[in-house]
């Protein structure tokens, strides 16, 4: 079965911590995505990379940054973490045509 | 920008009976694809099905079937025979052929099944 995994389901931070949220999946997928997921606004996209070290901004990447340095591995960086932040991220894999899997997401909480 | 509008927040069924989903969206082009995605509490979200825009005829799966009206631009989501199991945050989403790296999702419907 396809698998998309997310390090943490649930993290706490403090205001100016660094965050890292770890993404792997095990299709040999190339493109990867973090979304971020809003009450009343949907699912909103950060970044995507559609192959080893390539990435691009999505719709809201301002505070945000990613790495891809392995293709099954996309991770999503809060460089100084905002109480804005606070939200439920998801990670999902593709190929070229094929519908998005989805990880189960992680609830962060920027106090 | 393509955007994609759920009127509905919040909708309820009974268990067994038949409820329907709205969504509409907004593109001026051709060649696009349709999705919902269900996302039950505390687990990943999922594809429930997929339209291609080409196609005239409506997609279904099983119990789940959607009403396409390409020139209204909307997308509705039919559940027949409601089951609990049903009970989930609804997304409808849309995303160019051509273009693998832009699904636009609406707002989310959430769905509850009454037993």
């Known amino acids: 079965d396809v698998k998309v995994t997310q390090s943490s389901r649930y993290l706490v931070k403090r205001t100016g911590e660094k965050v890292f949220l770890e993404c792997v999946q095990d299709m040999d997928h190339e493109n990867m995505f973090w979304y971020r997921q809003d009450p009343g606004l949907g699912l909103r996209l950060i970044y995507f990379s559609y192959d080893v070290k390539m990435k691009e901004k999505g719709d809201i990447p301002e505070g945000y940054s990613v790495s891809r340095e392995k293709k099954e591995r996309f991770s999503l960086i809060l460089e100084s973490a905002s109480t804005n932040q606070t939200s439920m991220y998801l990670c999902?894999?593709?190929?070229?045509?094929?519908?998005?899997?989805f990880g189960e997401g992680s609830r962060l909480t920027v106090l | 920008a393509q955007t994609v509008t759920q009127s509905q927040p919040e909708m309820s069924v009974q268990e067994a009976e038949t409820v329907t989903l709205s969504c509409t969206y907004d593109?001026?082009?051709?060649?696009?694809?349709l999705f919902w995605y269900k996302q039950p509490p505390s687990r990943q979200m999922i594809l429930v099905i997929r339209?291609?825009?080409?196609?005239?005829q409506n997609a279904t799966e099983n119990r789940f079937s959607v009403n396409f009206q390409k020139a209204a631009k909307s997308f509705s989501l039919k559940i027949s025979d409601s089951q609990l199991g049903d009970a989930a945050m609804y997304f409808c989403?849309?995303?160019?052929?051509?273009?693998?790296?832009?699904?636009?999702f609406g707002a989310g419907t959430r769905l509850t099944v009454k037993p």
């Open positions: 999902a894999s593709t190929l070229r045509d094929s519908k998005l899997f």
């Open positions: 593109t001026s082009e051709s060649d696009y694809y």
């Open positions: 339209q291609e825009a080409y196609k005239q």
């Open positions: 989403a849309y995303r160019l052929t051509f273009n693998n790296n832009d699904m636009r």
